[in-house]
């Protein structure tokens, strides 16, 4: 069993990473002495998953435990949805003293971690992410959140887990486009950390999509350790914590501009991934070959590495409106060498314009 430690300002806390982990969930979270019930909330589809197996091992190491289901799809962060996990949990009389289990991809996270954060002011977290998204990102960290109407993501906290419990084996039952979303961020933590971990992924991305878990778990080892580094020196995203949006402006550009139904996240994060190594190239003289070696890697994990459908204009103004303003057109993350994120870089409109519809054309030169 791998135990990585996160150590934020606001608290550390273990991160158990190992396939079978999950049988041995409730000894993991007894061995932090804590005491209380837990309240498992999950969604629709994991509940037929693992929720047995979950509830089984907390009770076996003696913890009381209890569930809630919510239904599976980012409709279930939403403020009404919290709201009536706030009811359940009253209804349930969970006290200051018991904790929520997130257990779920980032919806179920991001949902049941805000609930954690403000039902009575905070009470305990676990998080178990069940997705490669979730595991390698939105389990590690503390935001939490739900969307509003108007926008994703637009409420919430920052809010540290007790105790993380990743299992690689739960990415067996995943759709393969489910896996095929975080490979997205998996790519993208490839570039920030260095060249040996984009070559490696460059080189054995079969034995990911076939699920080898002598390959996958020190992958998403990486990426855990490379976020906990960045979120140790920077919980509150105030600074070094913006490396994290490698890719993340123009794909926020994207999916909103193709109302989050032309493109999926992970998709959208992989056009901005090379978007951004576009203008690495232009404003950071990162060498372009590797542009077109992620294209080729993209393309093999069943990304899309050409915008189609979705108008370049659009994405631009989609940008331009964007919460995240500030990082876009005139500040971005881009690469000086791979590994070595440069934050706040200055992108003039014309040449964010031209990144954005080189998407659209077929590639052959530079
Ligand atoms: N908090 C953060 O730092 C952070 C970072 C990135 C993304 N996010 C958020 O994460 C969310 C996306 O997360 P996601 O991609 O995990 O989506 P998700 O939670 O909706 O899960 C995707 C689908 O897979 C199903 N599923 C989950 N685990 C499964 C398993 N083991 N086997 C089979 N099916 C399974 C779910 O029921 C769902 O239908 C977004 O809301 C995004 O805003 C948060």
């Known amino acids: 069993m791998i135990q990585l430690l996160a150590n934020t300002r606001s608290k550390e806390y273990p991160i158990y990473l ?3 982990a999950l049988e041995e969930s409730g000894d993991l979270w007894r061995s932090l002495g804590r005491g209380g019930k837990v309240v498992i909330i999950t969604d629709s589809n994991v509940a037929g998953i693992c929720l047995s197996q979950v509830e089984d091992s907390f009770r076996a190491a003696g913890v009381e435990v209890d569930n809630i289901v919510v239904d599976a799809g980012e409709g279930a962060k939403s ?3 919290a709201s009536q996990l706030y009811s359940r949990l009253f209804e349930m009389d969970t006290r200051r003293c018991d904790t929520v289990c997130a257990l779920g991809g980032g919806v179920v996270g991001d949902l049941a971690g805000f609930v954690a954060s403000t039902y009575m002011r905070g009470i305990g977290l676990i998080q178990i992410p069940t997705t490669l998204l979730s595991q390698v990102d939105s389990s590690i960290g503390g935001k939490v959140g739900i969307n509003i109407e108007e926008a994703k993501n637009y409420v919430g906290s920052f809010y540290q887990p007790d105790i993380v419990i990743t299992d690689p084996n739960l990415l067996r039952t ?3 486009e489910q896996l095929s979303e975080g490979l997205a961020e998996v790519v993208k933590y490839t570039l920030l950390y260095g060249e040996d971990f984009f070559e490696a992924l460059e080189v054995s991305y079969t034995r990911f999509q076939g699920l080898d878990m002598a390959f996958v778990e020190p992958v998403i080892r990486r990426c ?4 906990l580094a ?5 919980e509150r995203d105030r600074g070094r914590r913006a490396v994290l ?11 909103a501009a193709g109302r989050y139904k032309a493109y999926s996240h992970g998709q959208a994060v992989a056009l901005g991934l090379l978007a951004a190594l576009r203008l690495s190239y232009e404003v950071l003289q990162l060498d372009p070959e590797y542009r077109d070696r992620l294209r080729v890697l993209l393309d093999a994990l069943g990304l899309p590495v050409r915008l189609e459908g979705v108008d370049a204009g659009e994405v631009l103004s989609a940008m331009a409106s964007d919460k995240k303003a500030d990082d876009t057109s005139a500040n971005m993350v881009l ?3 791979l590994g070595e994120p440069v934050i706040n870089c200055d992108v003039s409109a014309t040449q964010l ?4 519809n080189s998407l659209m054309a077929v590639e052959q030169g530079r």
């Open 174 to 176: 995943l759709p393969p």
């Open 230 to 234: 960045v979120v140790s020196e920077d």
């Open 245 to 255: 949006n490698l890719g993340h402006s123009v794909g926020h550009g994207i999916e």
């Open 353 to 356: 314009e031209y990144a954005v």
């Open 335 to 337: 690469l000086r060498e």
């Open 18 to 20: 190992s396939g079978g």
């Open 224 to 227: 855990i350790e490379y976020k």
């Open 79 to 81: 403020i009404s949805q």
